[in-house]
């Protein structure tokens, strides 16, 4: 049976995916400088092996012929899903993809080194590559697709998304939060306490792990670590986190272990029994940050949250480390409302602004109609007029900061701001079934919140495109007044 053979080649496929992972994560936590170059080589290999393997004619031969089986419900499923994927990989030659990886993976390489001195003017031909790369790939998946090219790129990070949807949504946010943001820094209180201690590297990874395993992380598959930029990464049943510390401010990996174990959660509640088919992977990135900003925004940010986790801070850090703190005094640091330059490190409220931006400068890089030398000038007038701040000839904090662009990963930035907005109706949905949320993480119970999230959405994987799979977990379509609600309510009630 050809739906028999499709299932022999996707565990090769899912045995060489795990070995790119693997490498992927050790380039970024492990590799001496010195093993780049050879590293680059193999991952671009395998890249283009895989693709080779996954694209054949073949495959959309044992396709089309598995079409015609006699097959149940969920196999029916999985062979749908398949020919998506099928059809997203065969707009690329594996010649192509060779090429596009080796790219990407020296990119990234040379962001790593050249990032911390802001050397721009070193970095703009390696990112003009990959640049010129992510529209020559835009532009064949469009002829194939029949999207427009920018449509084409989100497809592969969110199938069914489109700009036509995204830019009233961001439209609207952006009006929303212009008039917000003020508002909200108005009415917070002064911090009475700050930090005036040094937080051990040790001892902060400790308090992130024990936090990690309190609401659910399997540390028998998977590990934290460190890396330039946190990401969650490896696969399933090995599944690669890290963070990045800061002495002087231990909220700061904090919160990026929460964001994190959003991702990993979601990634370990797969189901194992399709792991080797494109139907038991995640849905899509805005799905996936949906897991990892409730997380890290509706469960960690949140002050039941911090009921609970105030004295496991004192017991990590030492009671000296925040002496004669109380958790008020935390929260006003949680809950903090302050413009910056670092996306990672901005509130919940100034962040969809840092996301926006970047959506608006990749799409017109992609388009055309921004040109790669410009990003500077560019960056820095959004900026200016989103948040009030400059980065003219701040390389480092403006348009190096990211790995994204670097490693090629234009149509991704969409995703973070659209899974805000689902994270908050995941979480409205979740109170409505389970009115005791907040109670639960008073007292660090966190079992039926993940049950609720594993049923909803980790064990549907890729069943659903993202639209359907929201109204079945919650009853509607993406409603951004869930999002402006959370934020009215934790920032000005």
Known sequence: MSFARLDMLNRKLEALGHAQAMLGVDEAVMMPDGGGEKRAEAMAMLA??????????????????????????????????????????????????????????RSEQLWRKLRP??????????????????????????????????????????????????????AELKAFLKDFIPQAIAAQKPAQKNFSASF???????????MMKAVGFDFEHGRLDVSHHPFCGGVPTDVRMTTRYDTADFLSALMGVLHET???????????????????????????ESQSLFVEKQIGRSAEFWEWAMPLVREHLGPAAIDGWEIEDLLLHVHEV?????????DETTYPLHVILRYEIEKGLVEGTI??????????????????????????DGPMQDVHWPSGAFGYFPSYT???????????SLEKDHPGARDD?????????????????????????????????????????????????????
């Not at 006699?70 to 994927?85: G, H, I, W």
């Not at 659209?418 to 409205?428: D, P, S, T, Y």
């Open 48 to 105: 283009a092996m895989s693709h080779e393997m996954a694209s054949g004619p073949e495959v959309g031969e044992m396709i089309a012929t598995a079409e015609g089986e006699d097959l149940s419900p969920e196999q029916r499923t999985a062979l749908r899903e398949q020919k998506r994927v099928y059809v997203n990989l065969t707009c690329l030659s594996s010649d192509f993809v060779k090429r596009q990886v080796e790219a990407r993976v």
């Open 117 to 170: 001195a802001g050397d721009w003017k070193s970095f703009l031909p390696a990112l003009t590559q990959v640049i010129e790369l992510a529209r020559e790939e835009a532009q064949r998946r469009a002829d194939v697709l029949k999207l427009d090219p920018y449509d084409a790129l989100i497809e592969q990070f969110d199938p069914g998304s489109r700009v036509a949807a995204i830019a009233p949504v961001f």
């Open 200 to 210: 051990p590297i040790d001892r902060q990874k400790a308090l992130g792990e024990t």
């Open 262 to 288: 959003g991702h990993g959660l979601y990634e370990q509640g797969l189901p194992k029994a399709w792991s080797h088919w494109s139907v038991g992977s995640a849905r899509g990135m805005t799905v996936h």
């Open 338 to 346: 302050k413009t910056g330059l670092i996306r990672v490190d901005a």
């Open 371 to 396: 040109r790669p030398r410009d990003v500077p000038e560019e960056w820095h007038a959004r900026m200016s007029e989103y948040l009030g701040l400059s980065t003219r000839d701040n390389y480092k």
């Open 418 to 428: 659209l899974g805000a907005m689902i994270a908050a109706q995941l979480w409205a």
């Open 441 to 493: 993480m008073r007292n660090g119970r966190f079992v039926e919140i993940n049950g609720w999230r594993r049923d909803k959405v980790w064990s549907q994987a890729s069943r659903y495109s993202t639209p359907e799979l929201l109204v079945r977990a919650t009853g509607e379509k993406l409603n951004g007044r869930h999002f402006e609600e959370h934020l009215r309510r934790r920032y000005l009630a």
